[in-house]
């Protein structure tokens, strides 16, 4: 009796498998010609996806890894690296594993995590531009990687939407290399450019958007940092209001005549949700210990601070609700408001906006706090950015790979 299910495809006559005799031939020509210098990066971090629907973040786990992106948070044992587990910032895992990812979603997910993302669809580039990008990847020593979402259909293959990093160019026979993180089903492969860049056409049914291809690089701002947003955009859906319309409102009708009025007119508003928002890595003590120092001599943090530890009874009933869901009250606080959208204070009276953009200014922030504050800014600013681009249609789209 034969076995249920699929032992891999055979690939179509569009593609050159990459293990085989034209394959390796055209590799070690592609070698010598100098457009495989972005490869080895790749190669050392090669994986297959870890869920069938897990194309997208299969292909981002080998590029933030090959990209040397410090997570921040303990993966396993003591080790501090990235696993489909940790891309879970703009949806939920669960609905990942389900429904796949789209190509804002990507982008989305790599912004959280630590990536400089350039995104660009069929419509909004050309064939020889990216020819270019292709050019610039595969020549580059590995700092700085590009992954294409396409319509496997195009390409002979079987299923539709399916995300694969680019891991060479033969530029004489106009060839890319795909490395395949759907391993159980193709090999790394060659294929034409030509009719890679074609197979981004195809308009995806759920954004009724085209597809395209994303240049990823490693923000300068990356080492270990002590919080990251512990939100996906379904539990962002509920926050992002609060920022853009709710609070401001707020402040627009109260006109708080200075910053301890602005401190407290926020945390007596901001939802319970509020004080789970950012989340620490296990590893904390010594991060911490850098970051309080620094903090310290944050004028803002010191206005929190002193608030927090006054007798009013109303600010007490503050510490006691944030105080049931976070142990850094004061920190929590305090690099939510420097690193939130600048939205929340967009109503404030001109001098108490000016103090705030001047205490919020990255380039004044000591470090490791800058550090800090710059990966939380980008990571919120991604799910914000993603939220309204999102707010009136789907959520997330299927992908087979």
């Known amino acids: 009796m034969s076995a249920q299910g699929f032992y891999r495809r055979s690939l179509p006559d569009s593609a050159i498998a990459f293990s085989s005799v034209e394959g390796r031939q055209i590799f070690r020509e592609a070698l010598a010609l100098g457009e495989m210098e972005g490869y080895f990066a790749l190669a050392e971090q090669f994986h297959t996806q870890a869920e069938p629907a ?30 489909e587990e940790f891309l879970d910032c703009c949806l939920p895992l669960s609905v990942i594993k389900e429904n796949g990812i ?7 997910i790599a912004r959280c995590n630590g990536a400089v993302v350039k995104p660009n669809r069929y419509n909004q580039s050309s064939l020889e531009n990216f020819r270019q990008a292709v050019e610039q990847v595969t020549t580059a020593p590995g700092d700085i990687h590009l992954v294409v979402s396409y319509s496997r259909k195009v390409l002979g293959q079987t299923g539709d939407g399916h995300f694969s990093p680019i891991g060479g160019y033969h530029r004489q026979r106009d060839l890319v290399l795909l490395l395949d993180v759907a391993r159980f089903k193709y090999p790394p ?3 034409p450019l030509p009719l890679l860049w074609k197979a981004f056409e195809p308009v995806d049914p759920v954004t009724n958007q085209c597809r395209g291809y994303i240049l990823l690089q490693k923000s300068e701002r990356l080492p270990e940092t002590f919080f990251h947003v ?4 379904h539990q962002w859906r509920s926050i992002a209001p609060y920022f853009a319309e709710i609070l401001p409102d707020i402040l627009k009708k109260e006109q708080p005549d200075s910053i ?15 004080t789970t928002m950012l989340d620490t ?3 904390t003590a010594e991060t ?16 929190v601070h002193q608030y927090l530890s006054s007798d009013d009874g109303d600010a007490m009933s503050v510490v006691g609700k944030w105080r049931a869901q976070q142990p850094f009250v004061a920190e929590t606080i305090t690099a939510i408001l420097l690193s939130c959208p600048e939205t929340l204070s967009a109503t404030l009276k001109p001098d108490l906006r000016m103090w705030l953009s001047e205490v919020r200014y990255l380039d004044k922030l000591l470090s490791p706090l800058d550090i800090e504050i710059s990966r939380l800014r980008e990571q919120m600013s991604a799910l914000q950015d993603f939220y309204t681009l999102y707010s009136k249609g789907h959520l997330c789209n299927i992908h087979q790979s």
């Open 54 to 83: 897990f194309c997208g973040l299969g292909s981002l786990v080998v590029v933030l890894n090959a990209l040397s992106i410090d997570p921040g948070r303990i993966w396993k044992g003591v080790w501090r690296w990235y696993g």
């Open 102 to 108: 789209t190509f804002d979603e990507f982008a989305c």
């Open 189 to 191: 492969h060659w294929v």
């Open 230 to 233: 512990a939100f996906d955009l």
């Open 260 to 274: 301890a009025s602005f401190v407290s007119t926020i945390l007596h508003n901001w939802p319970v949700e509020f």
């Open 281 to 283: 890595s296990s590893e």
């Open 288 to 303: 911490l210990e850098k970051l309080r120092a620094a903090m310290e001599l944050n004028s803002l943090f010191d206005i």
